[in-house]
């Protein structure tokens, strides 16, 4: 079966650097996303991988490593509207998106 | 500024009730979807759509059915309520092309709240 992995919630501290892994096992692979989701609010786009590496964006960086089926979010500087959940996504082989369960981040000031 | 528009925020019904949510998105999207949103879980595909009038059944399409008969438009229909759908129900949109144009980027609407009794 198809399985995405990403820790139910985690906590850090305002300023500080947090990362939140996925682990995921698809049939095929056309990509990784990562989502930002505010309680109450729609899920927002955040990032896409589909090529080894790290990829950043101003405060937030996504890595992928196809080979070990693994991806991180990197949030830097963190602020406290950064507290919200991460939602890891992988686009298979038939390009369905197979979703993690989410991963919500505490800040604390 | 793009978006995804739900009808309804928060919907109580009754079992049995039929229920209706709509979506609507003005970015001239070709492919548009529902899911189904419960805590602990990651987001569920009920249906999508990649063309007017046509439809695909997702991981979880019992009990759902929708319709598809305008571009911008994509309804989702609860034939029969059951307090087993209660849930936070999400509409998104996507356009085709290219992976690095972004395509199979989502954009979600702020979502619908359904509570059945």
């Known amino acids: ?109 | 500024d793009v978006k995804v528009t739900q009808s309804s925020r928060y919907l109580v019904k009754r079992t049995g009730e039929k229920v209706f949510l709509e979506c609507v998105q003005d970015m001239d999207h070709e492919n548009m979807f529902w899911y189904r949103q419960d805590p602990g879980l990651g987001l569920r595909l009920i249906y999508f759509s990649y063309d007017v009038k046509m439809k695909e059944k997702g991981d979880i399409p019992e009990g759902y059915s929708v319709s598809r008969e305008k571009k911008e438009r994509f309804s989702l229909i609860l034939e029969s309520a059951s307090t087993n759908q209660t849930s936070m129900y999400l509409c998104a949109s996507s356009f085709t092309g290219t992976a690095f144009s972004g395509a199979n980027v989502l954009t979600f609407g702020a979502g619908s709240r359904l509570t059945v009794l």
């Open chain 1, 1 to 109: 079966g198809q399985n995405i992995d990403q820790p139910t919630e985690m906590t850090a501290t305002e300023g500080a650097i947090v990362q939140i892994n996925c682990t995921y096992q698809t049939s095929g692979f056309n990509g990784l996303f990562w989502y930002q989701q505010h309680a109450g609010e729609a899920p927002t786009f955040l990032s896409y991988n589909v090529l080894d590496g790290l990829e950043e964006k101003g405060r937030f960086s996504s890595f992928l490593s196809r080979s070990k089926g693994y991806s991180y979010l990197l949030l830097k500087e963190l602020q406290m509207k950064d507290s919200a959940s991460y939602l890891c996504a992988v686009l298979d082989s038939n390009y369905q998106l197979i979703w993690g369960a989410g991963t919500k981040l505490i800040i604390k000031p």
